[in-house]
């Protein structure tokens, strides 16, 4: 009942905070997405920015098949909602991975970074990983529904779902725009799990600088994601957000303070917030480079593991 009305609370401040008319998105066309020579990031964003949440659900079926990517569905329904999550697994080995976007925006939103920005790096990130798979470990790419309904999706997901030999979770939040990686909810029991010094030792390989390039944060008191349904069964999780460096000490206010954060975002909520959850998250707001930086980051990731 809790995450039901956390959901309903969530849905009905964006309804408020969009009911102003803003100019239509119009989203890329499958059709003209496949027509590309190159396939970039920023325009499977554009594939899903601007729909609805059925649309958005159907459309990540539709891609994987379009690119016969195999995948498998699940399906969930209960008195908060229905809808569909889909897992896409590569590698071999044991251990298992699962790298999480959620497809579903909230009302009035294009949902271009918040989630539109995960759901282009998984889809890029399967494919990538299907031509260059790893042979020691199992990466799961799971795109959820209804994540901004209390994590219905994944809660569903974990209630369901074989876990057996899960090493770690990520969930990708708002990583389409900033130059820094920000790894969340870096909290006991799990701050010293061997995903976040795989995820650590992974970024000072390339030459990334903690505090500076990179950041472990510890746990974040109101803003969360479908992570926290893999936490709430005692399998090691976090998320994984892009930041803009010059940002970093304002941004650690408003995610740490969030009731001074709720004041002060009536000025100026620091970026990524600042399109997050409103009707101006879309992707012309976006940094390719944000991008590619997060799916370089994971395919470094999958392969020290």
Not at 15 to 24: F, V
């Amino acid at each position: 009942m809790g995450f039901y009305l956390r959901g309903r609370v969530n849905n009905g401040v964006a309804r408020l905070l969009n009911a102003r008319p803003a100019a239509p998105v119009v989203p890329l066309s499958l059709e003209d997405l496949l027509r590309q020579p190159r396939l970039s990031l920023l325009d499977r964003v554009r594939l899903f920015e601007g729909r609805d949440n059925a649309e958005r659900q159907a459309m990540v079926a539709r891609y994987l098949d379009a690119r016969h990517v195999p995948f498998v569905r699940h399906p969930y329904a209960t008195f908060e909602g229905s809808g569909e999550s889909f897992a896409v697994e590569v590698g071999a080995g044991e251990a298992t991975l699962i790298l999480i976007g959620h497809h579903d925006a909230v009302p009035g939103s294009p949902g271009a970074n918040d989630n539109g920005s995960a759901l282009a790096i998984l889809l890029a990130l399967a494919e990538r990983l299907a031509a260059d798979p790893p042979r020691r470990i199992r990466v799961r790419l799971l795109f959820t529904g209804s994540e901004e309904t209390g994590y219905l999706g994944a809660r569903s997901y974990v209630k369901t779902a074989t876990l057996d030999g899960v090493l770690g979770v990520l969930s990708l939040e708002l990583c389409g725009i900033g130059d820094a990686l920000a790894l969340w909810d870096v909290a006991e029991p799990f701050d010293q799990a061997p995903l976040v010094q795989a995820f650590a030792g992974t970024l000072d390989g390339l030459g990334y600088r903690r505090d500076e390039s990179y950041h472990l944060v510890g746990r974040i008191p109101v803003f969360g994601s479908d992570h926290r349904a893999f936490a709430a069964v005692g399998i090691p999780a976090f998320g994984l957000t892009v930041v803009p460096r010059a940002e970093a000490e304002p941004l650690r206010q408003f995610v740490l303070n969030p009731w001074k954060g709720a004041f002060r975002q009536l000025v100026r909520r620091p970026p990524p917030f600042h399109t997050y959850h409103t009707a101006g998250d879309r992707s012309e707001t976006l940094d390719p480079s944000a991008l590619e930086l997060t799916a370089d980051a994971l395919f470094a990731l999958v392969h020290s593991l």
